[in-house]
């Protein structure tokens, strides 16, 4: 079981980002996807999820700019109106052997993790 996250990379303040999670060797629709980012000296946050059903969940850190979606073949994050605070490492992760008909926003019970993919925003 692996999660890939991609897209990550340097943009300005103000512009638009978009980040993929793609896994290998489950499902993907059968389990909630979590995003989450790691900041330079903070701790790891959880910002978003995504349900097995597709029910979106929000940190009020991000909600009204990102959009979290799926498709059969992975989870997409799209940020939009970034700030110079939204740079992080951010990373995917799946609840994944554990099926559950919501999305947690916090660290467990998600069980596998992507290896992150670095955002940088330029003011």
Do not use: H
């Not at 793609?22 to 993907?28: I, M, N, R, T, Y």
């Amino acid at each position: 079981v692996q999660l890939q996250a991609s897209g990550g990379g340097l943009v300005q303040s103000g512009g638009s980002l978009r980040l993929s999670c793609a896994p290998s060797g489950f499902f993907l629709n059968g389990y909630p996807i979590g995003w989450f980012r790691q900041a330079p000296g903070k701790e790891r946050e959880a910002i978003s999820c995504i349900s097995m059903n597709g029910n979106p969940s929000y940190s009020n850190s991000v909600k009204g700019r990102f959009t979290i979606s799926r498709d059969k073949n992975a989870v997409y994050l799209e940020m939009i109106s970034v700030t110079p605070d939204d740079t992080a490492v951010y990373y995917c992760a799946t609840t994944y052997p554990d099926v559950r008909t919501g999305c947690p926003l916090a660290e467990p019970p998600y069980n596998y993790w992507g290896q992150g993919t670095l955002v940088t925003v330029s003011s």
